[in-house]
């Protein structure tokens, strides 16, 4: 193994585990699809607070996809499909808030795909 903390499957340290974690879920807010799950693939067993929190990303990210799915095919739906961008972008500053605290944070009403 090498003394590189960048290179592949290679352990962050603690400081850049938090790091990563802050930056994935506030990269998540403006790039949904693609930030969570590219985190999840180059972060994902390299640490545990990281990997705890690229698959709490990734599964909120499929989570709102979901729900704006379901949203978008009901009648009901297009009446408050207004909120789910907010309660998004709500949800993913608190998530990066706890990041920079060390905090485990678990999104709130999520569907937990990958264990």
């Known amino acids: ?26 990269a998540a807010i403006f790039f949904e699809g693609l930030a969570p799950l590219i985190a999840y693939l180059v972060f994902n067993g390299r640490g545990p607070f990281i990997t705890h929190h690229v698959k709490e990303s990734l599964n909120f990210g499929i989570t709102m996809v979901i729900v704006a799915i379901a949203l978008v095919v009901s009648i009901v739906g297009w009446l408050v499909i207004w909120a789910l961008p907010i309660y998004y972008v709500i949800f993913r500053i608190i998530a990066a808030y706890k990041a920079s605290l060390g905090e485990y944070y678990k999104f709130p009403l999520t569907f937990r795909f990958i264990k």
């Open 1 to 26: 193994m090498t003394d590189n903390p960048y290179a592949s499957n290679s352990p962050l340290t603690p400081e850049m585990e938090k790091t990563w974690a802050i930056l994935q879920n506030v």
